[in-house]
Each structure stands twice: as C-alpha cells, then as structure tokens.
C-alpha cells in the first residue's frame, strides 16, 4: 500500500514533467512568433476573432436561459457585439493589428503588476527570482508597445508577444526543474 507522501511525490513529478514540456513548447512558440512577427500577429488576430464569435454565440445561447426582459435585451445586446467584433477581425485582420497592440499593451502592463506582486508573495521560495524576472521583462514589453503605437502596430504584436512567450517559457521551465530537484531530493 504506497503512502500518501509517495502519492504526492508520483503527482509531483508528473505534473514537473508536463511543466517542463509545455514549457518547451511555450519557448518554441515564442522562437518562431519573433522569427515570423507579421504571421504571429496575424495569427493572434484572427485567434482573437474566433474567440469573441465563440464568446457572442455563447452570449445568445445564455439569452434565452436569463431570466427578465433587462438581462435577455442585454445578453444579446453582448452577443450581438461580439460575433459583430470577431468577424471583422477575422475578416480584416490587418485592420485589427493597431487595437489589439494597445489591447496588448495593457495585458502585459497588468500581467507585469500581478506577477510582481507572486513574486512578494512567494520570495521566500527557492527559484522565485524567475518570477521577478519574467515580471520585469514583461512590463518593459508593455512600456515598449505603449511607447511606439501605433506606428509599429505590424511587427511589434508578433515580436513582442513571442518574446514574452521565450521569457515565461524559460522562467516556467527554471521553475519546474528547480521543484523536479526539489522533489527528488525529499523522494
């Protein structure tokens, strides 16, 4: 009969593993997405796209479970807004490029700050720093995007998401093997 420390350190080093490859991935994306930056920002436009008509079909799905004439009216009012929002993304993507650049820079901004604050939060563990760094890196790429939109609209989408892409794919891969030493040393 294996005991429940065994069962943890077995989902730890599984879950380790998976980190470690999508981690690998993640820094594959990346290498490519800065390789190739018009087609990474394209790609992401047109993901985007799909995204808000899957969310306004979602939407309109949810109209007719909401109860009250207000939140059905509202409800496809949304839906509405967002199938009419993704088809034109998908349709223009090139159009879509300059707001999804300003959209970006504030993920990233917001990203920056809530991974600063993990940081504070988990300074005490070892391998943390990564964390830090992978926030300062981040909100250097929200002050880059803010500062030369939306002139640089093309190219800086698929650039500077594929950087962040390599930098949270090596600080999640510096992470995983920091707890894969950490759990073989306790196994």
């Known amino acids: 009969?294996?005991?429940?420390?065994?069962?943890?350190?077995?989902?730890?080093?599984?879950?380790?593993?998976?980190t470690i490859f999508l981690s690998i991935l993640l820094i594959l994306a990346g290498f490519f997405t800065v390789l190739l930056p018009?087609?990474?920002g394209i790609g992401l436009t047109i993901f985007v796209g799909w995204a808000l008509v899957l969310s306004g079909f979602f939407h309109l799905a949810y109209a007719w479970r909401a109860h009250g004439a207000g939140g059905k009216i509202w409800e496809i009012?949304?839906?509405?807004?967002?199938?009419?929002?993704g088809f034109y993304l998908i349709v223009h993507p090139a159009a879509g490029l300059a707001s999804l650049t300003l959209l970006l820079a504030f993920y990233l901004l917001f990203e920056g700050i809530f991974e600063v604050v993990l940081f504070f939060q988990t300074r005490g563990v070892k391998g943390s720093g990564w964390i830090l760094v992978d926030a300062i890196i981040t909100l250097v790429l929200a002050a880059m995007i803010?500062?030369?939109?939306?002139?640089?609209?093309?190219?800086?989408?698929?650039?500077?998401?594929?950087?962040?892409?390599?930098?949270?794919?090596?600080?999640?891969?510096?992470?995983?093997?920091?707890?894969?030493?950490?759990?073989?040393a306790i196994a």
């Open 77 to 85: 009012l949304v839906g509405i807004v967002y199938l009419v929002a």
């Open 146 to 184: 803010w500062g030369h939109w939306p002139s640089s609209s093309v190219w800086a989408l698929g650039t500077l998401v594929g950087i962040s892409m390599l930098f949270s794919g090596f600080s999640r891969l510096m992470l995983a093997l920091t707890a894969r030493r950490i759990v073989k």
């Open 1 to 18: 009969m294996s005991s429940p420390a065994n069962s943890l350190t077995s989902i730890a080093k599984h879950s380790i593993g998976w």
């Open 38 to 40: 018009w087609v990474g």
